[in-house]
């Protein structure tokens, strides 16, 4: 069973930065995608960004520009830097990590941008 956590939530000003990391109880090499999704309260779950194993990385446009994602095979983490937040970044922010055609979810982690 595959197990990956979340860390690195919390609250934060508009205008400031966080870094989420993912951690994975499998090398990252089994997964042919790994992603991030977001659920602000009354929303549905939204994708955020995703990262291949080989290829480009791609992102919802709410978040181009701010937003970069990456993986360290090494560490078997996957990362999102956040910066230049705003109140509406606020969400539960979810890794999902894709083997072939099953998913894997994290527990998320909360993120509050607000002054």
């Known amino acids: 069973q595959v197990q990956l956590v979340e860390s690195g939530g919390g609250l934060v000003q508009p205008g400031g930065s966080l870094r989420l990391s993912c951690d994975s109880s499998?090398?990252?090499?089994?997964?042919?995608?790994m992603r991030w999704y977001r659920q602000a309260p009354g929303k549905e779950r939204e994708w955020v960004a995703v990262i291949p194993s080989a290829g480009s990385s791609d992102y919802a446009d709410s978040v181009k520009g701010r937003f970069t994602i990456s993986r360290d095979n090494a560490r078997n983490t996957m990362s999102l830097q956040m910066n230049s937040l705003k109140p509406e970044d606020t969400a539960v922010y979810y890794c999902?990590?894709?083997?072939?055609?099953?998913?894997?979810w994290g527990q998320g982690t909360q993120v509050t941008v607000s002054s």
């Open positions: 999902n990590a894709q083997s072939g055609v099953r998913h894997y």
């Open positions: 499998r090398p990252l090499f089994n997964f042919g995608f």
